[in-house]
């Protein structure tokens, strides 16, 4: 990715709006896709949209919100996350992926470890507000998006849903969620290239996650390795 984020890697986006300064400025970005489009070429964004940074503000309000309300007139973020006021447990056991707030006042889930909290995909204000990210940078002639790692969405083997959901129940909600976040991408938008990251080396798992995206094929890849 090339949002502004404190790591290395990038996926951990402090703003999605925001060019990271060490890739350069807006100013070059639209240099760079002139220059792209001048040459018949397209450009696809790569982004990750399950979490954010831990200092992203979206994350610092939703702690605030959380503890001491939001104020009036502020967009109210005390729901952006996932959020369990007690430890979820697993067999008597603290769930996986599950870290306290910085205040001790209940616990957030982020499946990739603690500076990367998990967005709460399926409140409706995240999703327009990342519907509103893709359409910032259609605008700035971005012809698709590689979304990182979207089978981890909705991932029940790492706790993001409380015990006692079944598994196939969180993977068609996973599913049917990018499903209609894909589908509305392209009704906006025609010809919007969408490919979706998902690292398993299971065929019949990546056949599940098939009907959204386009998919990279690892199992494929491997078998070409080998």
Known sequence: PWVAAPSTHKYDALSYYD??????????????VKDLKD?????????????????????????HDRIYGNQ????????????????????????????????????????????????????????????????YWKQLWVSGFRIDAPKEGFDVALGDELPGTPVAQVKEKNRKWWLDFVTTIESYWPNTYVVGENWTGSEDELRELIEPFSEFSFPWKNKIID
Request: aromatic share 16%; hydrophobic share 35%; charged share 20%.
């Open 19 to 32: 060019i990271d300064p060490e890739y350069g400025t807006m100013n070059d970005f639209k240099k760079l």
């Open 39 to 63: 040459n018949g070429i397209e450009l696809i964004m790569d982004v990750a949209f399950n979490h954010t940074s831990k200092w992203s503000p979206w994350f610092i309000d939703f702690l």
């Open 72 to 135: 009036p007139g502020d967009i109210d973020r005390s729901d952006w996350y996932r959020y369990s006021p007690t430890m979820p447990l697993v067999n008597g056991k603290p769930a996986r992926g599950w870290y306290p707030t910085p205040t001790g006042q209940g616990y957030y889930f982020a499946a990739f470890g603690p500076y990367m909290p998990d967005l709460k995909l399926d409140n409706s204000e995240v999703s327009n507000e990342l519907m509103h990210v893709i359409d």
